[in-house]
């Protein structure tokens, strides 16, 4: 069912006074609740206004700590303004990552119900299809065309498969919902947002005991966060232990004059273009609730700058994610669609491919979570809800961090 027209503009609200219930079943997850009254707050600063501080402040004011968010530009500036919002329960499994993701994706469940995310940030179940697309074949598809793709893919596909479904894939437009999170912490849980540069940390002993703002501004605090995303690398008690680097990726958001045609069908595309020696691509085509259809690829390791208002994408790399989208479907060319951003952003990745969670190996109440790469969006509920577990309780039962810790870095520093 395609929602474009019955979602209007107008619904997108990034600062609601309703509240809503929390229901809960086989697919959610029991959402954090408040300490007892007489227990003194816990002041914890969560540095870093990207999803993964967002949805740590989120749950450690939750759970009854007083949080100041602070972030050097606005909230959800860089990738998780610019991303995707692709979810799925079962991509990771396998690997380190996979408690963490299949956390993550019912607690997006959770948090829907909780924040009445279709109507807030777009959250919705999608089917989600592979397919193969050749640029230089004109050989357009029959009537014979599988009924699992719709009508408006109608450009030179082969070999579709469906890789998702209603049960294991979903989005979420990563804006307003990390925006969305912000504002019910400020709103229902006193959360403070503190606009500014983090210069350094100071600590007491091996403790953290405050956070330092560029001007001088000084925070006190019994625990810091640092939710940094590609900046991390930036902070000396970091990057003396482990490596974040950016992954730029490029991105379109387009405007169908025929919003309505457009079904919640994510594609994952092997794309062939005229001009790539045989080589194929691989972007991806998420059409949002909102009537806007998102394309993205395109990337590669690249130096982060210091501002993320300064990031610019590759002119080439924006041409070529129109025609992939042109190529894909006529809805989605010139003649069909309007062209509304052109962006890229940095992805924080990690040398050995897994985030890092945890407490930072010798200062005490320093805690990092980054290097999450294109899996931010998913897996940020579950990562803030760990860290306030983390935090104030000093473990997490949302998900073993075991393998996340930064302490694995210890024996692989350089000497």
């Not at 469940?109 to 109507?119: C, K, T």
Request: hydrophobic share 35%; proline share 7%.
């Amino acid at each position: 069912m395609n929602l474009a027209g019955s979602f209007p503009p107008s619904t997108l609200t990034l600062f609601r006074t309703t509240t809503f219930c929390i229901t809960c079943s086989a697919s959610t997850i029991p959402l954090p609740s408040h300490p007892p009254m007489d227990q003194t707050p816990k002041r914890v600063v969560v540095c870093g206004g990207g999803v993964i501080g967002v949805c740590t402040a989120y749950f450690l004011a939750k759970k009854g700590a007083a949080v100041t968010l602070v972030e050097k530009s606005e909230v959800a500036c860089a990738a998780s303004g610019k991303a995707g919002g692709f979810l799925a329960l079962d991509w990771c499994d396998g690997g380190p990552v996979e408690s963490l993701a299949r956390a993550s994706f019912n607690l997006h469940r959770s948090l829907s119900a909780e924040l009445n995310g279709p109507q807030s940030y777009g959250y919705r179940p999608l089917t989600t299809l592979s397919l193969t697309v050749t640029e230089s074949d004109t050989n357009r598809p029959s009537s014979s065309k599988p009924s699992t793709v719709p009508s408006w893919i109608d450009g030179p596909i082969r070999s579709p498969r469906t890789i998702g479904t209603l049960e294991t894939t979903a989005q979420v437009h990563p804006q307003l919902f990390t925006r969305t999170l912000i504002a019910k912490a400020v709103e229902n849980h006193g959360a403070r947002v503190v606009t500014g540069k983090l210069e350094r940390l100071e600590l007491v002993g091996d403790r953290v005991g405050s956070v330092v703002v560029e001007g001088g501004r000084v925070i006190e605090c019994d625990s810091v966060v640092l939710a940094l995303g590609p900046w991390s690398g930036k902070l000396e008690v970091l990057s003396s232990l482990f490596r974040v680097y950016g992954l730029k990726a490029h991105s379109i958001v387009l405007e169908p004059r025929e919003p309505n045609s457009i079904t919640p069908h994510a594609l994952f595309l092997s794309y062939y273009p005229s001009r790539g020696g045989g080589k194929a691509i691989d972007p991806e085509v998420y059409p949002r609730p909102t009537g806007e259809v998102y394309v993205c690829g395109m990337s590669a390791e690249e130096e982060v700058p210091d501002n993320p208002e300064e990031i610019r994408g590759k002119e080439e790399s924006i041409a070529m994610l129109k025609t992939v989208a042109k190529t894909v479907s006529s809805h989605l060319g010139e003649g069909g669609a309007r062209v509304k951003a052109e962006q890229a952003c940095f992805l924080p990745c990690t040398d050995d491919g897994v985030p890092v969670i945890g407490e930072v190996p010798g200062v005490k109440g320093c805690f990092v979570a980054t290097g999450h790469s294109c899996w931010g969006i998913l897996n940020g509920p579950a990562t803030g809800a760990a860290m306030a577990e983390l935090v104030i309780d000093g473990h997490s039962t949302i998900v073993d961090l075991k393998h996340f810790s930064p302490a694995r870095f210890l024996g692989r520093r350089k000497a």
